[in-house]
């Protein structure tokens, strides 16, 4: 049981490059959750999405774009990748939101 | 916007000491969770409370949730090396999703 699998798991982007974050589960959940956490700082939500064809924006939602196609994958799309996008993103997921969730290894991510 | 506070924001003791973090939320909650994050790792889920008032324990670790479901704890009796790392709380309003708060980070010393 893989659970939930984020790709790549490190990376260094130039400025104005973009680039996917991928996320999978294999546990037939339904909500799934992107975090960044920043140095020493607590996790702060980019997107979620509650199922299938549905994503909603959360804290930090600028910059950043996703997709639910499929009930297992769930990537983060940077655009114009900025420096103040440095960060560890978690990838989550949770059978229904108020129960835990389950978490990634991270996408270490640093742009120059 | 529903905020969960988490004090203190770092924490060092001594091997063998107790430790503890509180958790506040400015409105009641549904329930809290609560996650450890290891140096370099991911958030693992360690547990959750439901119910007003409610305490459970797990090995040295005491978790508490208030009788107005605004606040809760986490206690660790006699501290070891492998308790290293940042303790967060999670609380979820009704219909909202999970808040969490910025962690309290923990070291110890041998």
């Known amino acids: 049981n893989a659970g939930v699998t984020q790709t790549p798991k490190f990376r260094i982007l130039k400025i104005g490059q973009s680039m996917t974050l991928q996320c999978t589960q294999d546990m037939n959940h339904n909500y799934m959750y992107w975090y960044r956490q920043d140095p020493g700082m607590g996790l702060k939500l980019i997107y979620y999405s509650v199922g299938a064809g549905i994503t909603d924006k959360g804290e930090v939602p600028n910059g950043y774009n996703v997709s639910r196609s499929t009930t297992e994958d769930f990537p983060l799309r940077l655009e114009l990748a900025a420096p103040s996008q440095t960060s560890v993103y978690f990838c989550a997921s949770t059978i229904v939101g108020n129960q835990p969730q389950h978490f990634g290894d991270g996408t270490r991510l640093s742009i120059l | ?110």
């Open chain 2, 1 to 110: 916007g529903q905020q969960v506070m988490q004090i203190p924001q770092y924490q060092h003791v001594q091997e063998g000491e107790d430790f503890t973090t509180y958790c506040n939320s400015s409105t009641t909650l549904s329930n809290i969770q609560w996650y450890k994050q290891r140096p370099g790792g991911h958030p693992v889920f360690l547990i959750q409370l439901v119910k007003s008032g409610e305490v459970k324990k797990q090995k040295r670790l005491t978790f508490q949730f208030g009788e107005a479901k605004k606040n809760s704890s986490l206690h660790i009796t006699a501290t070891q090396t492998t308790d290293v790392g940042t303790y967060f709380c999670a609380g979820v309003q009704a219909g909202t999703a999970l808040i969490f708060g910025k962690g309290t980070t923990l070291s110890v010393s041998s």
